[in-house]
């Protein structure tokens, strides 16, 4: 990162689910991740990259337990993404505009410790694989593209560990 480079990113998640055994969750999921990056050289100039990626989708959960407290989980997800990526240079002249769209199936594996009766601690490998169709539009000042993309990929690698995630979950 330049030294006067700016990034911020977040990402928001909102998941509902019902139990309907004692070791079985179904539910729905809504996300939302925002990004900028400000000032960044890409090897030619100096541009503002934004990033906003929405999501919704709907997943099952099941649970194993492995000792007291301790359970390991199992949670595939099928998601509808959105996402928008907008590339301006320092001035604010629109360089390119990439819209993003399709269905994404997901497994995430994860360890669940329970603190209390209804407040879960998580440790989780997210998408440790996906399988997503996309359809890609591509705008900039010169050229208009499309494309259709079949993608599939794991987080499984050297680095994975690099990707855990640490999350709490409320039951009611």
């Known amino acids: 990162m330049q030294s006067n480079q700016k990034e911020k990113d977040a990402a928001f998640n909102i998941s509902i689910g019902k139990a309907i055994k004692d070791n079985s969750v179904y539910g729905?999921?809504?996300?939302?991740?925002?990004?900028?990056i400000k000032n960044f050289f890409n090897g030619a100039a100096f541009i503002n990259q934004k990033?906003?990626?929405?999501?919704?989708?709907?997943?099952?959960?099941?649970?194993?337990?492995?000792?007291?407290?301790?359970?390991?989980?199992?949670?595939?997800?099928?998601?509808?993404?959105?996402?928008?990526?907008?590339?301006?240079?320092?001035?604010?002249?629109?360089l390119e505009t990439v819209k993003v769209s399709g269905p994404q199936l997901t497994l995430m594996p994860g360890i669940s410790y329970k603190i209390f009766n209804k407040f879960h601690m998580e440790i989780l490998i997210p998408n440790i694989?996906?399988?997503?169709?996309?359809?890609?539009?591509?705008?900039?000042?010169?050229?208009?593209?499309?494309?259709?993309?079949?993608?599939?990929?794991s987080s499984l690698n050297s680095s994975s560990f690099d990707f855990l995630g640490v999350g709490f979950r409320f039951i009611f």
């Open 28 to 36: 729905i999921n809504i996300s939302y991740q925002p990004s900028t």
């Open 51 to 94: 990033v906003n990626q929405y999501s919704f989708g709907a997943f099952y959960r099941q649970y194993k337990s492995l000792s007291k407290d301790f359970y390991f989980f199992i949670q595939p997800e099928a998601d509808y993404i959105i996402g928008k990526n907008t590339v301006n240079d320092t001035l604010g002249v629109n």
């Open 129 to 153: 694989v996906t399988i997503q169709y996309a359809s890609k539009k591509d705008n900039t000042p010169t050229t208009n593209t499309k494309q259709k993309t079949f993608v599939f990929k």
